[in-house]
């Protein structure tokens, strides 16, 4: 079965530096990799999605995502935290192999950022 | 455009009392999905609807759970004699279509946040 695990729980940035949330998944065949963020009170919001091609992939909100199959990774990036990016993070990963709308989550990292 | 809106976005309840969870889908969505988040887990699929029928139940976690979904609109998640377990945030998300698989984005809506006394 796929899973995802985020091993960072929380993480704290101060406003202006870089940001990396990891992200590994478990999966056999060519994964559909997803960020979602859920800021406070809110649902989720897609931030960026890979299914095949350029490995590295830009989406919203200044964000980016490297997919690295030799490490089974797909670790989300942004230059430069905003105080507005405190909010939770969840990657998910697709079954391309199977049922083709079930996302499997992990278990989110909480982003912090101090002024 | 509007989009996914759930209610109510808050529910108190007794265990043993049963607690219906609506989901309004995007307009025109014929995919709707359920998971349910917990302190902790993470979020977990729940059920899945393609219009009105369900072809994967598989993350139910007991019969004490169902849901439905009529007109290819509204879905509804009942849960009966409810347990203190049960206390969650429940996401309801809608997408255009599975055809097109994971090529259609899943939308979210804000979740009702269950607490079982």
Do not use: M
């Not at chain 1, 559909?32 to 406070?40: C, G, I, K």
């Not at chain 2, 809106?5 to 609506?22: A, F, W, Y």
């Not at chain 2, 889908?25 to 393609?50: C, D, K, M, N, V």
């Amino acid at each position: 079965a796929q899973s995802v695990t985020q091993p960072d729980i929380h993480i704290t940035v101060s406003e202006g530096a870089s940001l990396e949330l990891r992200c590994n998944y478990s999966y056999g065949a060519t994964p559909y990799l997803f960020w979602y963020v859920q800021s406070p009170g809110q649902g989720l919001q897609l931030l960026l999605k890979y299914f095949s091609g350029d490995t590295l992939v830009q989406g919203i909100k200044g964000f980016e995502a490297e997919f690295k199959r030799s490490q089974s990774s797909f670790n989300l990036r942004k230059p430069s935290v905003h105080w507005s990016d405190a909010a939770e993070y969840f990657c998910a990963v697709g079954n391309s192999g199977g049922s083709n709308y079930k996302l499997t989550f992990g278990k989110g990292t909480l982003l912090t950022v101090n002024p | 455009g509007a989009g996914v809106s759930q209610s109510p976005s808050n529910k108190v309840t007794e265990k043993g009392k049963d607690v219906e969870l609506r989901c309004d889908p995007i307009s025109g969505h014929t995919a709707l999905y359920w998971y349910r988040q917990s302190l902790g887990q993470g979020l977990e699929f729940l059920i899945y609807f393609q219009g009105n029928s369900a072809p994967d139940k598989s993350g139910l976690p007991s019969d004490r759970f169902s849901a439905e979904r009529t007109g290819g609109s509204v879905s509804t998640l009942t849960i009966q004699r409810t347990q203190q377990e049960d206390s969650a945030v429940y996401l309801c998300a809608s997408s255009l279509a599975t055809a097109g698989g994971f090529q259609e984005t899943q939308y979210f809506g804000p979740g009702t946040r269950l607490l079982v006394l």
